[in-house]
């Protein structure tokens, strides 16, 4: 349990960081999306390549390893297309409290996936995770009434784009599972590698098609490269928790990434909202704390 407390832990805390980088990239240097999420995709499969071949020499697979590749990829790829989607069509303060509650979905696939139930205290500390995030991702401005904090639910009836984030919270809760899996029928450094590679190709190659690629401004790719190696290390340090941990306390525990990102984005990006930012942190360290009985 302290093995995966100290692996997902860490990564998610270098995941925060470079939540930070990449906002920065995108509102102070106009990066271009498709090509900071093929640089950024690049870097972090060729860290986890790197790493696979330093700690674990060639890759070496069950042969259950390339059916559970392949489903998590397609989930990772219908992930990435539809969570854009709903922020397409619909507001962010609407679309990131939805895709919050992911870890509340994973204990119900978690046990028809793989079997795993969380103790009592290891459910509250989950549940309060998962509100602790959801009061980050609403607007200062939605705190005020019972109305204002249902909000993004009682769009489910009237807006697509909320519709597609709870199927995206739900996608995510089924691929998670799957990630497991394949880590279990492999390395923790094999499924990263190849999942990033083929999210940057797909992405990629859909922007060659449409001959959008030629037209962007690639004078970003390599620090956005770095920040994608950074990625790739952060990645890997959550894919090893799953060898010690159960699916919804690894789910939960990559929340940390997002008090690192407030926290980090308050300092650097001058973000405001301090105090919801300070009472959201709490709740989700104390979720995690339980998370530990």
Do not use: C
């Amino acid at each position: 349990m302290i093995a995966m407390f100290l692996l997902v832990l860490s990564g998610a805390a270098i995941w925060g960081v470079t939540n930070v980088l990449q906002r920065y990239f995108f509102r102070d240097r106009s990066a271009p999306v498709e090509v900071m999420v093929v640089a950024t995709m690049l870097g972090a499969s060729l860290f986890s390549f790197g790493a696979q071949f330093v700690w674990f020499g060639m890759p070496q697979v069950s042969p259950s390893f390339w059916q559970f590749f392949a489903i998590t990829a397609a989930l990772n790829v219908a992930f990435v297309v539809w969570e854009n989607k709903s922020l397409q069509l619909e507001d962010a303060s609407v679309v990131a409290p939805i895709l919050g509650i992911t870890p509340v979905f994973v204990i119900l696939t978690s046990w028809l996936i793989l079997k795993e139930v969380p103790t009592a205290w290891g459910l509250v500390g989950i549940l309060l995770t998962v509100l602790g995030v959801y009061l980050l991702a609403l607007k200062r401005s939605d705190m005020g009434s019972l109305k204002s904090f249902v909000k993004p639910w009682i769009r489910l009836g009237q807006s697509k784009g909320a519709r597609f984030a709870l199927l995206v919270a739900v996608l995510g809760s089924i691929s998670l599972n799957f990630d497991k899996l394949v880590v279990l029928h492999s390395t923790p450094t094999l499924r990263g590698a190849l999942v990033f590679f083929v999210v940057a190709i797909a992405v990629w190659g859909f922007s060659v098609v449409t001959g959008r690629w030629r037209k962007l401004d690639k004078t970003l790719f390599l620090p956005l490269f770095g920040i994608g190696l950074l990625i790739g290390l952060s990645n890997v340090l959550m894919d090893w928790g799953f060898l010690f941990g159960i699916v919804p306390y690894v789910a939960s525990l990559k929340r940390f990434q997002i008090i690192v990102t407030s926290i980090l984005a308050g300092i650097f990006l001058h973000e405001k909202d301090w105090p919801i930012r300070i009472i959201a942190s709490v709740v989700i360290v104390l979720g995690i704390l339980l998370i530990a009985f």
